[in-house]
């Protein structure tokens, strides 16, 4: 059972950073790509940042230029780098990890950023 846990949550003030981890119980190059999604009160779950395998990221227009997804292989973790939080970050972030089986979810960390 493939198993990736969320940790670096928690409250900061706007303009302030914090830095995600997402750490997996198996090797991440065995993953197709990991990822960063966000859930906020009463909105749908959105994608905020993704790595391949290869090392290609995307980002959401709403985060780039302000956070930055990396990877350590000899961790086997997954970090979301963010920096100049706004409000409007303010959320349930989740990690993600896909491979061709399926995708497996963490329970995810809350980040919540006060004006």
């Known amino acids: 059972q493939v198993q990736v846990v969320e940790s670096g949550g928690g409250l900061v003030q706007a303009g302030g950073s914090l830095r995600l981890s997402c750490a997996a119980s198996r090797s991440i190059f065995s993953f197709n790509r990991m990822g960063w999604y966000r859930q906020a009160p009463g909105k749908q779950r959105e994608l905020v940042a993704v790595i391949a395998r290869s090392g290609t990221t995307t980002y959401a227009d709403s985060v780039k230029a302000r956070f930055t997804i990396s990877k350590d292989y000899a961790k086997n973790t997954v970090y979301l780098q963010m920096n100049s939080l706004k409000p409007e970050d303010t959320a349930v972030y989740y990690c993600?990890?896909?491979?061709?089986?399926?995708?497996?979810w963490g329970q995810g960390t809350q980040v919540t950023v006060s004006s």
């Open positions: 993600n990890a896909e491979d061709n089986a399926g995708d497996y």
